[in-house]
């Protein structure tokens, strides 16, 4: 397992090769949306857009990772000006890490701490469904407000762009001066980080054509929305992962916590494997333009993929209505399907 693990590690070799054809499409891409900034051809032109900035934010992702490149300090600089064109400080990393460290645990502190309900006695499925059953139908009338901001229809499109144009304003910067060294880091790291993006996409406005700002805002909001579906369907799904403190650990978090997404070809350009995100939370360390290579590989080679859950971009669309966790019955339901059980 270890040689086939070194197999697939970053090479510069990769990176630059791919960071090459990310900029390269990303720049032809942008000239596109300005070009046909006044034609009905904008209609595609900024969807398209909006999958490179979904690219985008997968690398940066992978920098976070320290896996796009064997170099760290190559990785914070790739990262933290990418992080400019989606919206989010490089320290996001921080977060992220214990991300990994926890999915599926509910009785995790950490994401717990993160949400300020350490005290409440809430336990915690994952990062977009927060709520069971039993706390539901405990709302009384405040569940019809929880209804309307989780139905997907708000959840994934205002909620989304307010995560990015909000909360990752600041977010990282907030949970470690409230929670002293909660990411076991120097705040200033953080606070560097973050006035960096803050500046970043300050200069990145004032230097773009007042022409291009509304398309590229629009083909933005758009790739929140995108990004949150994936990282929903990545986690949320039938049978779920959800595991105690004592029973958890990372090998089931992964296999068995994490889905492998069935992204049709002409839209893997775009993910950069992500859709592998049961390979990635195994091996983050593994990039993603490397994961399809290694999880071809893995199935051939061992049975450790036999249990994995795959999701058709049908499944993906239907555990969009996926809310609250029903601890009874283990698994992820609708409102709809709550609404029968009262």
């Not at 019809?144 to 304003?169: D, E, G, M, N, Q």
């Amino acid at each position: 397992m270890l040689k086939l693990f070194n197999k697939y590690k970053p090479t510069y070799y990769e990176g630059f090769k791919d960071i090459l054809k990310h900029t390269t499409c990303f720049i032809t891409s942008f000239y596109s949306m300005w070009y046909f900034r006044d034609s009905y051809l904008s209609i595609l032109t900024i969807p398209l857009q909006s999958l490179m900035n979904v690219r985008t934010f997968i690398i940066f992702h992978d920098c976070g990772h320290n896996s796009y490149t064997p170099n760290k300090r190559l990785n914070y600089v790739i990262g933290s000006i990418l992080g400019i064109f989606v919206f989010t400080p490089f320290c996001w990393k921080y977060d992220h890490h214990y991300h990994h460290l926890t999915s599926g645990n509910k009785e995790s502190k950490w994401l717990l701490l993160v949400r300020g309900i350490i005290n409440s006695g809430q336990s915690n499925q994952n990062e977009t469904v927060n709520k069971t059953l039993k706390d539901y139908n405990e709302m009384g009338n405040m569940k019809y407000i929880y209804r309307i901001i989780r139905s997907p229809l708000v959840f994934f499109t205002v909620i989304a762009s307010l995560i990015f144009l909000v909360k990752y304003r600041f977010n990282e910067l907030l949970i470690q001066y409230n929670n002293n060294n909660a990411y076991k880091t120097s705040i200033n790291i953080i606070l560097f980080d973050t006035i960096l993006n803050n500046l970043g996409i300050f200069l990145l406005f004032m230097h773009m054509d007042s022409d291009i700002i509304y398309h590229y805002l629009i083909s933005e909001v758009i790739t929140f929305s995108i990004g949150l579906m994936i990282f929903h369907n990545e986690h949320t799904f039938n049978p779920p992962y959800v595991a105690t403190t004592k029973k958890w650990n990372k090998k089931d978090s992964g296999l068995l916590g994490s889905s492998f997404i069935q992204v049709p070809n002409y839209l893997s350009f775009f993910t950069v494997g992500i859709e592998y995100h049961h390979i990635h939370h195994m091996y983050p360390s593994i990039p993603g333009y490397n994961l399809h290579r290694f999880h071809e590989e893995l199935k051939k080679n061992t049975n450790e993929l036999d249990n994995i859950i795959e999701l058709s971009m049908n499944d993906c669309y239907k555990n969009l209505w996926l809310t609250l966790y029903d601890e009874d019955n283990d698994r992820y339901i609708s409102f709809k399907e709550a609404d029968k059980k009262i």
